[in-house]
């Protein structure tokens, strides 16, 4: 292990979880990018923050970190073997524990952030398997092969779906052929309900859900639809078609007052839909191809939307009611974002962190530094925590401390 801790110098829930709750997951306590911290700082030294620790030898991977009030939980490839691994918020390594075979072909490494509810542990390897194991010791509870319990193909970079928990249920997409889109006990794995929808193949998406007029929806991306499904009962309600080259949808859709936005990559661009009052149908409302970032997701502040576009040319604020593209600049390269306090945090594909506080004319770069460990993609969304930045690049974690001194 190579750890060093530095003195001076990197898939309760509001809306998509019953109050008892505790969950760390994919992009936040709402799946939508932004963090409710506060007291962090508003601008960095010129070198970046203080770097506090970091873990090199996590294996290959594109996941982020899943972090409670004492723990951290992230996972890696390691000779095509997938590890979780937890450390103590000081970076001690805990425990590794092997959970079976991980994705070594094109874009090698795990895909899935590990969700971490009511004392447990949900994880989905590049192959369809689930696993769910104690949060304290790793101890196994159950495991599931999804493409083999609901016949169900592989796809070309792996299966990768951040997993989603609502109430008892835990939400997958094997992408069966009618088992599309399943609800499992998250407590014993076994099957609640399951979904035909279009019968397609599963998209990269990790799924979203929200209460609509006080019915509980379900919005995720199949290889060429957008579908909504009943939460409670499974009954597929509506379907768009979105379609892009290679049927890559990965990025997490979002619901504000009565509307869902989905957007993919590919040259694909966003689509507003506005439900219909009982949920059963939607309209389109708008669609633009500004904001298109295959894997990066995308934020809302203030009714607008912040991403960057696939080509890496530019970001992007577009207005949510619209879709006027508000303005665009080339911040850093493309990547992903989230934010916090009212500021964007983006994670280029080159390396670079960027500090931003958006204006109506422009993105208001902050600050900006490199991220000095880790290999292959910059691909791994950033993750905000108890006044903590969690940067993953590959085989490192790196955190930093943000808060205000």
Known sequence: MKRSILVICLMSLIGYSSPAQTVAQ???????????????LKSWPETGPVLLWHYDELGEGHSSAAVTA??????????????LYSFDLDGKLLWKLPYGEEWTESWPGVRSTPLICDGKIFLMSGFGKVVCRKADNGDLIWTIDLLKE???PNIKWGVTENLLADG?????TPGGPDANVIALDRNTGKLLWKCAAKGEASAYCSPA???HNNRRILVTQTASSILGIDAGSGKFLWSVDQPNTWSVHANTPEYIDGSVYCVSGYGKGGVMLKLSADGNSVTETWRSTSIGNRMGGFVVLNGKIFGSDDSGKAWYCTDWKTGTDMYSGKVTGKGNIISAEGLLYLYGDNGEIVLAQPTPFDFGKISAFKVPFGTAQHWSHLVIKNGRL????????????????
Do not use: Q
């Open 390 to 405: 969690y940067v993953r690049h590959g085989n490192s974690l790196m955190v930093y401390d943000i808060r205000k001194k």
């Open 150 to 152: 609901f016949n169900a």
């Open 209 to 211: 859900i929200f209460t």
């Open 168 to 172: 008892n249920k835990l939400f997958c």
């Open 26 to 40: 994919w992009r936040g306590p709402n799946r939508d990018g932004i963090y409710p911290e506060t007291g962090l």
């Open 70 to 83: 004492d723990r951290i939980y992230i996972n890696g490839e390691l000779n095509g073997i997938g590890y």
